[in-house]
């Protein structure tokens, strides 16, 4: 099994890719199908059983949104 190494990267779109991203997520989610999508060069696949939630932080500097979607690798991910 290869070696899954950590990442945090933050990609900013413009509102015509983001919106696309958006709709394309929605529409598995709906069809109850798995999301595939590439981000800073990695592509990967989100489950249907990923957990879903939407965080708020409000800090001095400002504000942000983040919808998250979180799960687990499989053990025969490669």
Request: net charge negative; no cysteine.
């Given at each position: 099994m290869a070696e899954h190494p950590e990442r945090d990267v933050e990609k900013v779109y413009t509102v015509k890719e983001f919106v696309a991203k958006l709709r394309r997520l929605a529409d598995a989610l709906e069809q109850q199908k798995p999301?595939?999508?590439q981000?800073?060069?990695e592509r990967f696949t989100v489950p249907?059983?990923?957990q879903m939630s939407v965080e708020h932080e409000r800090g001095d500097a400002g504000e942000e949104l983040e919808f998250q979607l979180k799960w687990q690798r499989a053990s025969s991910d490669d």
């Open positions: 999301f595939t999508i981000v800073a060069g249907t059983d990923a």
